[in-house]
């Protein structure tokens, strides 16, 4: 004759008290979870712009001060003079002359004086340190056609490389850019701590299952 299994009520009740922990691990974890979203600015605000953009590059390098970047942001003018055609291409290249994202705007739905995004092919995880080139040209010929915004670099930044369009290089000043980043910290740490509970729960079972014998 097959033995029955007999289950206690303190096995159901650990059980329950195991699979409440799983949960709250769980929740935990994604409640844990944050997103931590950043943006670092070349320069405090822009004083000119570089110049009418053409086929010939201005380019900027820069040094990138956090992991995990995601964009890069530089200020756009057109004079403040309505432009309906041409496009502005943005290139950017790691320091391995890798290009890693680059982008064709229609210039006529572009705002003046405001920021424009380069948005990376793929977050570069590990950019804090690294060297980077911003490039921009343009085929606008209408009115002044378009330029980006300069200025004097921030006292903290670290040292780039402003080229124009004669070749000129500049130090002192820098594009009005600036890199967005986005890093993701998992809420490890509770998570664990209460699933190392459901475990021991779930491992005190057959101990809860033992009846008390009396003399």
Not at 18 to 39: F, H, P, Q, W
Not at 144 to 157: C, I, Q, S
């Amino acid at each position: 004759m097959k033995k029955s299994i007999r289950i206690t009520r303190p096995q159901v009740a650990l059980c329950l008290v195991a699979v409440l922990l799983l949960a709250c691990g769980l929740a935990a974890y994604y409640l844990d979870t944050l997103r931590n979203e950043s943006t670092y600015a070349y320069i405090g605000r822009h004083s000119s712009g570089v110049g009418q953009l053409t086929a010939t590059p201005v380019t900027q390098t820069f040094v990138v001060t956090e992991n995990a970047m995601t964009a890069v942001e530089v200020m756009f003018s057109n004079y403040n003079e309505r432009v309906d055609t041409g496009t502005l291409t943005l290139t950017l290249t790691d320091e391995n002359g890798n290009e890693v994202a680059r982008q064709d705007y229609s210039v006529a739905g572009l705002k003046n004086n405001a920021f424009i995004t380069l948005p990376l092919d793929a977050p570069a995880s590990d950019s804090a340190g690294k060297t980077y080139t911003l490039s921009a040209t343009s085929d606008c010929l209408q009115a002044k056609g378009v330029t980006l915004r300069m200025g004097p670099v921030n006292a903290d930044a670290p040292a780039g490389t402003l080229t124009l369009q004669d070749r000129t290089t500049d130090t002192e000043n820098a594009l009005n850019m600036r890199t967005l980043h986005s890093l993701t910290v998992y809420g490890w740490q509770g998570c664990y701590t209460l699933i190392a509970l459901a475990l021991c729960c779930l491992a005190c079972l057959p101990l809860a299952g033992k009846e008390k014998t009396h003399a």
